[in-house]
C-alpha cells in the first residue's frame, strides 16, 4: 500500500504539516471505508480521533480546492501519453434547506408518455472536468475537477465556473455531451485556445462555407445550407466494424469557427428509413476514426458520476457551507483518481498483477465476469490488501512473513 503514500505525496506542499495528515484521512478513508462517507463513517475507517479537526479542514483551513485539482490534472498527465479532457454536469439530490446553494432543478424521470408532470427534485448542481485516457486499448477516466454551480450568481453560473475551468488547464480536446450547444460556451473554450467535439442535435443547421466576392456591403459568412441525407458516405473500417461515413467543413451558428461534421448513416429494417448521429469538432486535422472513437467513450463519464456517487461519497456530504461542500466533493474526486493511478501503473508499465480474472479469483467472486477493471473491483481489492496487512501474523520471522505476503510483495 506504501504506493498510495507516494501518490498523495505529490500533493504535500498544498498543505501543512496537520492539514496533510487530514487530507490523507480524507482520501483514504473514502477508498476505504464500507459506510456512507460522512464525516463521521471516514472518521471511524481513519481511526482518527480527532473528529473536529476533520470539521475544520473542511470549513476553515487554508487550502484551495482548485489549486488541488490543478496539481491533480499535472500529475495525471504526466504519466499518460494519449489523454483528451471530458466536461460534464451533474446534480447531487439533498434534502432540508439548511445548506448553503440548494436549489429546485426538474427530475425527467417522472415524465410520463412525452408529458412532463411538474416534479423537482431540490439540491447541488455541479460542473466536473475528467480526463480519458487510453492505454493499451482499456480507456480509463480520471474525474480531476469539480466545482458548484449556483444558477443567478454572476462569480458561481455555469458558464463562469466553465471559464474557471478552461482557464487553468493545459490546451487539449474537450468532449461535450449535446446539451452544451451553444454559442457562448463554445466561445469560452475558444478563446482559451482549446479544440472541442460535441454531438449535435437533430435539428441543427450547417451551412457551407462561401466564396467571398468583391461585393459592396457587409460580407456573407454562411452559404448555403447542409442537407445531411444528400452527403456522400463511404464505408470505413472501424474496430473490425464497417460504418457508412460522410464529413464535411462547415460552418454553424452554435460554434463561431469553421467545424469538420462527421455523420455516421445506419439503415433501421422496421422504418425503412436511414438513421444520422452527427458529431463535428473545431480540429480540423483530427482524423474520422478518432472523432468516432473519443465519442463513443464519452460515456465513461457517466460511469464515473454514478460510481463516485455510489461508492465515494460524492453526494453523501453532510456540511452547510459552500466552501465544506466544495472541498468535499473535490475529495471525492481526489480519491478516485488516487485509487485509479494506483492501478493504471500495471498498465503503463504492462505488468500482469492487476489482472481482472486474478483480481476476481482473489476476492473469490465467481458469479461475475466484467471485461475491465471497475471502481468497484479496484476499491474492493484495496480493501482486501488492507486486511491483509492489519491482520497477518507478528510472531513470525521476516523470512516466513515474505512468503506469507509474496503475492502482496509483489503488488506492492
Known sequence: MDYLYIILNAFRHLFNIQSYALFCAFVLGIIF?????????????????KYWSMIK???????NADALAITLIKLIQSTIKDWVYVYDETYSIKT?????????????????????QSKYHWGHQFAALGILSVCLNQAVLFPVWVKMIIPGDAMFNSLAVLTTIMSNISSGLIIFDRGFNNRKVFKIVIEHKHNLLCRAKSNAVFYFPIEQKAKRGRPRKYGKRLDITTMNFRHIDFNGQILEVADAIVYTKMCPQQVRL??????SKKTNTYKYFSVYTTDLNLPIEKILFYYRLRWEQETAFRDSKQSFGFDEYQVKSSTSISRFVQLSFVAISVMQMFFNQSVIYNVETYNVDRIIETLGIHWYKPSKLTRGLMQAYLRYLL????FSCSKVTLSEQTKIHEPLSKVI
Not at 463521521?40 to 481511526?47: F, V
Open 33 to 49: 471505508s464500507n459506510e456512507r462517507k460522512t464525516v463521521t463513517s471516514i472518521c471511524k475507517a481513519t481511526d482518527n480521533s
Open 262 to 267: 462527421v455523420v455516421r448513416r445506419t439503415f
Open 57 to 63: 479542514f473542511l470549513s476553515r483551513s487554508k487550502w
Open 387 to 390: 486486511f491483509r496487512q492489519l
Open 96 to 116: 432540508g434547506k439548511s445548506q448553503f446553494g440548494l436549489h429546485f432543478f426538474p427530475n425527467h424521470k417522472y415524465n410520463s408518455k412525452g408529458k412532463n
